[in-house]
């Protein structure tokens, strides 16, 4: 399933090399003793229709008890899952049984990560610039995600059924209620297609408050967005980026193939918006979004120098 020699699990920090089934001998002797939680070993012999949540749970407390670490675990967890889903996809499982196993995390193990650095955040001003350098309808995803907290995974998974934003009092000296936003689902590429994953914990199910410019731009964005009426469909559409129009202009040398972002960058919001195409059928993949939108809205956000002789309207 992985192109090229496996690795042993030393040689990669979670350890996928080693889901299924090594062939290397090297890998197959350093690791013959957790050789038995390997997925060939546990699951191999079983007919697909016989494995139960319940086998899949102690499969994962046995990669626990045995030290692994919680992201082996989960993509090794990831991989039955998908080939789970696949059976139902194809009609020989009603159910997934995968679906809803409890994952370890690394705050549930004891493992203590790095503080973060305050530096690293942006103030309330450099949020402001980002998100009025973002074409729409990713302004309000970023603004929502300064705001919120919620991970590029969460965001995606969000439909418009999760936000709650109650309507604008008719009193104009009542305090405004804060709506929420619920997090019931992230959002998996593990290959061309995305998948619904449960959160990693209890705790990661939950609705996040909003503040009361947050709320009011989900309250214009949902009246604008496509599929209002529909409650599962996604909050944030995927996108991809239409090739540039020719200009029948040759560029001149210095100016060849400048680079994606910059290119993008140098664009105006409202041309930056008219590259991208939207589907509103599909959640939010991040690796395309940081690309066409993020990473040139974060440098024209900077005030990047334009390109000698490109004019902004």
């Known amino acids: 399933m992985a192109n090229g020699p496996p690795r042993p699990e030393g040689d990669h920090p979670c350890g996928v090399a080693d889901a299924l089934a090594p062939t290397a001998q090297k890998t197959v002797k350093r690791h013959k003793r957790l050789a038995d939680l390997r997925i060939d070993n546990t ?39 998908q080939v789970l889903a696949q059976a139902v996809a194809d009609g020989r499982l009603d159910a997934n049984p995968a679906d809803y196993v409890k994952l370890p995390t690394d705050h549930n193990t004891g493992h203590v990560r790095a503080v973060d650095d305050p530096a690293q955040f942006l103030t309330p001003a450099q949020v402001a610039a980002l998100v009025a350098a973002t074409p729409w309808p990713y302004n309000v995803m970023v603004h929502l995600a300064a705001w919120s907290g919620l991970r590029a995974a969460e965001l995606a998974g969000l439909r418009v059924g999760d936000v709650a934003v109650p309507k604008p009092s008719i009193n104009p000296n009542a305090p405004a209620k804060p709506g929420t936003v619920r997090v019931e689902q992230t959002i998996a590429w593990t290959g061309p297609q995305p998948m619904s994953v449960p959160p990693k914990t209890k705790g990661s199910r939950r609705a996040v408050p909003l503040t009361a410019a947050t709320t009011a731009m989900l309250r214009d964005y949902l009246a604008a967005h496509p599929r209002k009426a529909e409650p599962t469909a996604p909050l944030f559409p995927s996108v991809r980026l239409m090739p540039p129009r020719p200009t029948g202009v040759a ?6 193939a400048p680079r994606q972002a910059t290119a993008l960058a140098d664009l105006t919001v409202a041309e930056a918006e008219e590259r991208l195409v939207q589907d509103w059928s599909a959640p939010n993949r991040h690796a395309t979004f940081y690309k066409a939108v993020f990473r040139p809205a974060v440098l024209r956000a900077k005030g990047l120098p334009r390109r000698p002789g490109h004019r902004r309207s």
């Open 43 to 81: 699951f191999g012999a079983y007919p697909i229709n016989s494995i139960s949540r319940d086998d899949i749970s102690k499969w994962v407390a046995r990669m626990k008890a045995a030290g692994k670490k919680p992201c082996t675990i989960r993509n090794a967890y990831f991989l039955v899952r």
């Open 251 to 256: 560029a001149e040398p210095a100016e060849a």
